[in-house]
């Protein structure tokens, strides 16, 4: 049986984390590591676009495990995330019982309900295989009945099938969830895991993401971006950037050609890093050319 490999302190998974090019603060790198340590899901929250579903990524490659993902959504049930029947193949199977002329109906039930007829979602999936790494994103965007539900799945991280009985993971996955935070999540989940915020990082940190996400962008396009994304953040805006709009808007810089910007080109790629016309038309009245030039000084 394959396992997660054995980390001894929180900075063996700094380095494996960074070692894929997700760049961890201490806090995180403590965290991770007690997730992993005792076997308790990490709770990420934060805006969108500041690492969250990409530390589970990171972990999985640092790992060398494989990402199971749960996307949530309002109206997801277990039927979704845990498993399902395959209800056309036991349709199939029932009939070619019949045409075979099989009258036996406990055996038949027996057949139906087999587990090669079982359907399994990402959540059995990751109890089912060991080692893995299993994503629920957005959490906030399901409904309190699934909320119970996961609660139960992760005190135990077992679940019972009444026509196979109960399925145990072998070795805990290592689970991440993360929320938006567009409402909150019931304190009870919470309690049952460990808990980061996610904050927009300073320049420097962010600076050295950029750089180590795209080491093909020019030293001093890097730097300018991360400056005019630091702005924004300050600028009132209905949807701030992330790091993630930031990687974004200097690799779209970067297919221009651009080696360095200006303002007259900020603005004209703030489709890159803005997603509202509002904070379009917000951006566009800033003083852009000062920002870069202060940051000259």
């Not at 993630?244 to 080109?265: N, P, Q, R």
């Given at each position: 049986?394959?396992?997660?490999?054995?980390?001894?302190?929180?900075?063996?998974?700094?380095?494996?984390?960074?070692?894929?090019?997700?760049?961890?603060?201490?806090?995180?790198?403590?965290?991770?590591?007690?997730?992993?340590?005792?076997?308790?899901?990490?709770?990420?929250?934060?805006?969108?676009?500041?690492?969250?579903?990409?530390?589970?990524?990171?972990?999985?490659?640092?790992?060398?495990?494989?990402?199971?993902?749960?996307?949530?959504?309002?109206?997801?049930?277990?039927?979704?995330?845990?498993?399902?029947?395959?209800?056309?193949?036991?349709?199939?199977?029932?009939?070619?019982?019949?045409?075979?002329?099989?009258?036996?109906?406990?055996?038949?039930?027996?057949?139906?309900?087999?587990?090669?007829?079982?359907?399994?979602?990402?959540?059995?999936?990751?109890?089912?295989?060991?080692?893995?790494?299993?994503?629920?994103?957005?959490?906030?965007?399901?409904?309190?009945?699934?909320?119970?539900?996961?609660?139960?799945?992760?005190?135990?991280?077992?679940?019972?099938?009444?026509?196979?009985?109960?399925?145990?993971?072998?070795?805990?996955?290592?689970?991440?969830?993360?929320?938006n935070r567009t409402r909150e999540v019931h304190d009870a989940l919470k309690r049952r895991c460990l808990y980061h915020w996610f904050d927009?990082?300073?320049?420097?940190?962010?600076?050295?993401?950029?750089?180590?996400?795209?080491?093909?962008?020019?030293?001093?396009?890097?730097?300018?971006?991360?400056?005019?994304?630091?702005?924004?953040?300050?600028?009132?805006?209905?949807?701030?950037?992330?790091?993630?709009?930031?990687?974004?808007?200097?690799?779209?810089?970067?297919?221009?050609?651009?080696?360095?910007?200006?303002?007259?080109?900020?603005?004209?790629?703030?489709?890159?890093?803005?997603?509202?016309?509002?904070?379009?038309?917000?951006?566009?009245?800033?003083?852009?050319?000062?920002?870069?030039?202060?940051?000259?000084?």
């Open positions: 049986m394959s396992r997660i490999p054995d980390v001894k302190e929180p900075g063996d998974v700094r380095a494996r984390l960074e070692e894929t090019g997700y760049l961890v603060d201490e806090g995180l790198a403590v965290a991770c590591f007690l997730a992993l340590r005792l076997h308790r899901p990490l709770f990420c929250e934060g805006d969108a676009g500041v690492g969250k579903t990409a530390l589970a990524a990171a972990l999985a490659e640092a790992l060398g495990a494989p990402l199971i993902r749960l996307q949530c959504h309002e109206g997801i049930d277990a039927s979704q995330a845990l498993y399902d029947w395959d209800f056309p193949r036991q349709l199939l199977r029932l009939r070619a019982a019949e045409a075979a002329g099989a009258v036996d109906a406990d055996r038949l039930e027996g057949e139906l309900y087999d587990r090669r007829f079982l359907i399994a979602r990402p959540l059995l999936r990751a109890l089912e295989t060991c080692p893995s790494v299993l994503l629920i994103d957005e959490i906030d965007r399901a409904d309190d009945e699934f909320e119970a539900f996961l609660l139960e799945l992760l005190s135990e991280f077992s679940v019972t099938i009444p026509e196979l009985g109960t399925l145990r993971a072998e070795v805990p996955p290592v689970v991440v969830l993360t929320s927009h990082p300073g320049f420097a940190r962010e600076l050295a993401i950029v750089r180590r996400r795209l080491p093909g962008v020019s030293e001093r396009l890097a730097e300018q971006v991360t400056t005019l994304a630091q702005a924004l953040r300050s600028a009132d805006l209905l949807k701030p950037p992330g790091v993630a709009e930031t990687i974004d808007w200097a690799e779209a810089l970067d297919a221009l050609g651009a080696s360095e910007v200006d303002a007259e080109l900020a603005v004209a790629t703030l489709g890159s890093v803005l997603k509202y016309r509002e904070d379009a038309e917000r951006a566009r009245g800033l003083d852009l050319a000062a920002v870069l030039a202060g940051r000259k000084a």
